[in-house]
């Protein structure tokens, strides 16, 4: 059986999303407005010949011709543009760090959403990219140095208990919190996120999930923003492990704008239900943008 066949109740078009699902993922770039901007890399693209179609919900992404490879063209090398899925741009859009502020990536590497947010913050304040695996940390360097990010501090812990202490002990004013996950989302470029899928990975992958997140709320200050994204369909890995937060932390979820056709968050799943407020968060389904899949929920500490 299909390990997705599991979200057929989940989605509107069971059979668009399956038929979507086996399809190869376009190759997608985000433009790094540190060096670049939407317009220079169109000429760059056209200059050299590079096939592309820009997206209309976000005039810094740009899809590129079947026979492109993103790394291969000019404009990445010197790091005008970044290869990144096209919804892996939207929880930094949806984090809407500000310029000057502590910002946290707890999960960084290899920096797409990293060096996404240092362009937010137009590459002032704190941001601090932390992950647990050396070799990704290298990748993380070295992404970071090829889009010219001066404000990152890259540091390696646990993000299940990430300390404050390097950083004075105060608290982020934001923290993204991109979890690894069961991939699910992926399975257009990764076919064995579903080839090799079980559910007792997927439970056990929760557990750690419900550490990252509760971390990132603990280091957080008042008032301040957690974004919770994956790149899987299950309720387990997604609203459960944000149900668990709002049981357990003083914080709320709120809405985000997002322009990408999405559903969403749901408020029950196999005999468990959840907040309704669960509804405010996003589910990207394949066959709605020709995307991955992806979900992404917008947390305010201090209900």
């Known amino acids: 059986m299909d390990p997705l066949a599991r979200y057929d109740s989940l989605v509107d078009d069971p059979e668009a999303f399956h038929e979507a699902c086996e399809r190869p993922l376009p190759s997608v770039v985000r433009v ?20 592309y179609e820009p997206i209309s919900w976000h005039d810094g992404l740009f899809r590129l011709a079947d026979d492109i490879s993103p790394g291969n063209t000019w404009s990445y ?6 290869g990144q899925e096209e919804v892996s741009a939207i929880p930094a859009l949806a984090l809407d760090p500000e310029p000057g502020e502590r910002v946290l990536d707890c999960c960084a590497a290899p920096g797409s959403k990293t060096t996404q947010l240092a362009a937010l913050m137009d590459d002032r304040g704190l941001l601090v990219g932390n992950d647990n695996n050396l ?3 290298s990748a993380l360097r070295s992404n970071a140095e090829r889009c010219g990010v001066t404000n990152i501090a890259v540091t390696r812990q646990d993000a299940r208990n990430f ?3 390097p950083f004075s002990r105060e608290p982020f004013d934001r923290v993204l919190a991109d979890v690894p ?8 470029k990764n076919p064995d996120a579903v080839e090799d899928w079980s559910l007792g990975h997927v439970e056990s992958i929760a557990g750690v999930q419900k550490a990252i997140l509760n971390r990132s709320l603990e280091v957080t200050r008042e008032g301040g923003t957690v974004v919770y994204s994956t790149c ?3 309720p387990e890995e997604n609203e459960a492990v944000v149900q668990h937060a709002l049981d357990s932390h003083d914080c709320r979820l709120v809405e985000y704008d997002l322009e990408l056709e999405h559903a969403p968050g749901i408020t029950e799943w196999e005999g468990d239900t959840y907040d309704e407020s669960l509804q405010r968060a996003k589910r990207i389904y394949p066959h709605h943008n020709d995307t991955g899949g992806f979900f992404c929920a917008k947390l305010e500490v201090g209900a």
Do not use: M
Request: net charge positive; glycine share 12%.
């Open 32 to 51: 790094n407005d540190i060096k670049a901007t939407p317009d220079r890399v169109r000429r760059a693209f056209e200059e050299v010949g590079v096939g």
């Open 135 to 137: 070799g990704r940390l």
């Open 232 to 234: 899987t369909f299950a």
């Open 181 to 188: 996950c069961s991939c699910e989302g992926t399975v257009r």
């Open 77 to 82: 090398v010197h790091g005008w543009v970044y």
């Open 163 to 165: 300390s404050i202490k």
